[in-house]
């Protein structure tokens, strides 16, 4: 994150406050997890990065569902789908143009973040696409 603010990259800093808010998450470290899915969405939010802003509320929610908060967690989730409807998209187009690759690395992890409702179109469609992608 330092470098990415020193360097004055916004795709790089939103990116590395993602991983900064995934690992604290997996250690269960809710308040650190918040503060980055806060820092991320906010930044999402004023430069318009979609997949960011999808990745940092699904993190946020989970957050919440987490800490106790289940019907705002949710909530937050239910946002988030729209960050995976912009990842498979994106993959989708990226598979077309012959980057299997990048579309695979850009939807799996989106994908993986989901624990429930799998029986969504949305997720229904993630997880056929990143099928294709193998």
Do not use: C
């Not at 967690?73 to 409807?85: F, N």
């Amino acid at each position: 994150m330092a470098l990415a603010r020193r360097v004055e990259h916004p795709l790089s800093l939103a990116n590395a406050l993602f991983m900064a808010g995934v690992i604290p998450l997996q250690r269960g470290e809710l308040d650190r997890t918040w503060e980055r899915a806060e820092e991320l969405v906010g930044l999402a939010e004023q430069l318009g990065f979609p997949l960011y802003l999808g990745v940092g509320r699904a993190v946020r929610g989970f957050a919440r569902i987490e800490s106790g908060e289940g019907e705002a967690g949710i909530a937050e989730m239910q946002q988030a789908m729209v960050e995976l409807r912009a990842a498979t998209s994106l993959a989708r187009l990226w598979q077309r143009q012959g980057k299997r690759d990048a579309a695979r690395d850009l939807l799996a992890p989106v994908y993986e973040w989901f624990t429930e409702g799998f029986d969504t179109r949305d997720l229904i469609d993630a997880k056929a696409l990143l099928e294709e992608l193998r």
